[in-house]
């Protein structure tokens, strides 16, 4: 059961960052699948497209940082209209507090009130403020372009759009969520965006990314190497295994000697309401710590679909064309 299980998320899910046991990944396998990575995103570069001139400089910023930051992204009458659609949003049974997870100490944990909800396009249909959203921000023909520039091959809209709120608990520290260690979300360029819906600086705990860590060198592959026996390790419940400088708040994180080798400086991307923030994040990065009395909010766009497996792909082809709801 359990080996069709795997065999079905290998299928139709994109590759997990790390895979395989201790004695596989010290032999070299997570280096050997990043290496692989590497090479194939070189190649899909060959026959790279033309981007509009509207969009060129941030994706040059893009490509050299591997972050970059677009103010005022929507028109304000748009902007206002993404504003309106937020709002009947966060009113209805979509967005709740999630309260702390009391199976996973560093998840959700009791110093953050955690907004939380997440609309697919699934939910346009019966939900006017979904449609709206949908179609300013999941069919923005700059967001598609953007993230089809870090994968190399073009992409259909973000698969969700996730609504999220985040404040300080009155007398917590903000050090134990996982997020706040810093991590590479997988070893091939991958893209994630965040639209700001108030001012997300220092004190709101801001996204904070390593400019540069993006890039694919020998350092990242032997870092790779470490992170794949290390998380090995996790999955077999090992963490003691781990040298305590490579793990925090219950995941695998980054040892001092590697921050070093890699150069990795956090730096908090910070933005007025209507920033779009792009990062590939093969590259580095952490939530920022937040500061009691300040609020974070922003609209996450994910886009599940880039790496779907072929057969991932034929399914959804098949479903749209059964159900006629073609691109
Ligand atoms: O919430 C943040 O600022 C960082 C979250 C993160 O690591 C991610 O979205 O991949
Ligand atoms: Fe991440």
């Keep these: 059961m359990a080996t069709m299980k795997r065999l079905a998320s290998w299928l139709t899910e994109p590759p997990p960052y790390t895979v395989g046991g201790v004695m596989v990944n010290r032999a070299g396998l997570q280096a050997a699948r990043t290496g692989y990575e590497g090479v194939r995103h070189a190649a899909l570069s060959l026959r790279r497209r033309p981007v509009r001139a509207e969009l060129s400089e941030h994706l040059r910023t893009l490509e050299r940082d591997g972050v970059v930051a677009i103010p005022e992204f929507f028109d304000a009458a748009d902007f206002e209209r993404v504003e309106d659609a937020v709002a009947a949003w966060v009113g209805s049974d979509f967005v709740r507090d999630y309260p702390p997870d009391e199976s996973n100490p560093h998840c959700d944990h009791a110093a953050l009130t955690r907004y939380a909800g997440v609309i697919t396009a699934k939910d346009t249909s019966d939900h006017e403020f979904a449609n709206t959203l949908f179609r300013l921000i999941g069919h923005d023909q700059r967001i598609r372009d953007s993230a089809a520039y870090v994968m190399r091959h073009p992409i259909s809209e973000p698969t969700q759009l996730a609504y999220e709120q985040l404040s300080l608990r009155s007398g917590h520290a903000d050090d134990t969520d996982n997020l706040l260690v810093l991590h590479a979300d997988r070893h091939f360029p991958t893209v994630k965006m965040f639209l700001y819906l108030n001012r997300n600086g220092r004190e709101e705990g801001a996204f904070e990314y390593c400019r540069g860590s993006h890039r694919l060198t020998l350092n990242r592959i032997r870092f790779e190497r470490e992170y794949g026996v290390h998380c090995a390790h996790l999955r077999h419940g090992e963490l ?30 910070v933005g007025d309401a209507n920033t779009l923030v792009i990062a590939n994040n093969r590259g580095f990065h952490r939530r920022g710590q937040m500061t009691e009395g300040h609020v974070r909010r922003q609209i996450r766009l994910v886009f599940h679909n ?12 098949a479903h749209k064309r059964i159900s006629g709801s073609g691109d």
């Design 240 to 269: 003691d295994k781990v040298p305590a400088d490579a793990k925090q708040n219950g995941r695998i994180g980054v040892s001092k000697a590697n921050a070093e080798r890699l150069g990795l400086v956090p730096e908090p991307i």
């Design 306 to 317: 880039l790496r779907e497996p072929v057969l991932a792909r034929v399914a959804i082809a």
